[in-house]
């Protein structure tokens, strides 16, 4: 299988031969000449091609981390909306207050909404880390909700929110440049 770097620079090499190739043929002719127009006329499309390609290079090249980001956050959020969903069922199983509800049920719902989030190539990284966070708030939910552990770890699991919540967000329109892009 080749690489993701090796593709690029054969496409890259391609286009860069298809350049050179019409160049060659514009020389061929002189100024006067139609056929002269006709050739710089594909020598600039070629050109203009090898330019848009060579904008997308970053992005091809983050791509395969960019999908690998995207299983990791998409797995990661449905499991932890499953943890969820068992830890609302065992406060009616083991017969606890539904108060424990107040506390799960926005958890549960958070976990939901974050597997509908997209992870696009710039922010894939930020989204990776709030869904390894998440792993940890749902992990303190769970032992505060099971009473392994005080309830103080409430204020730990709300701090542990806002920061994954903070990974999480889209902030493509937080800054002028992103807004350009």
Known sequence: MVSTEQEIEEQFAQLQQKV???????????VDDDQFAVEYAR?????????EFEKTIPERLAEPERRRSER?????????????AVLIALVFV????????????PHFLGTVAGCFQKVDAEQHRDRRFGAIGLHVV???MALI???????????????????VAGASMDNTGADSKGAQR
Do not use: P
């Not at 050179?20 to 002189?30: C, I, S, W, Y």
């Not at 020598?43 to 330019?51: A, D, G, H, I, R």
């Not at 083991?94 to 049920?105: A, H, K, N």
């Open 138 to 140: 749902a992990l303190l």
């Open 94 to 105: 083991l017969d606890r207050s539904t108060w424990w509800l107040v506390l799960l049920g």
């Open 20 to 30: 050179g190739a019409r160049h060659a043929e514009v020389l061929k002719h002189d």
């Open 145 to 163: 909700s099971l009473s392994v552990i005080s309830r103080w770890f409430i204020i730990a699991a709300a701090i542990g929110w806002m920061l």
């Open 43 to 51: 020598l600039v499309n070629v050109t203009s091609k090898l330019v």
């Open 72 to 84: 990791i956050v998409t797995w990661s959020w449905r499991g932890q909306a499953a943890v969820g």
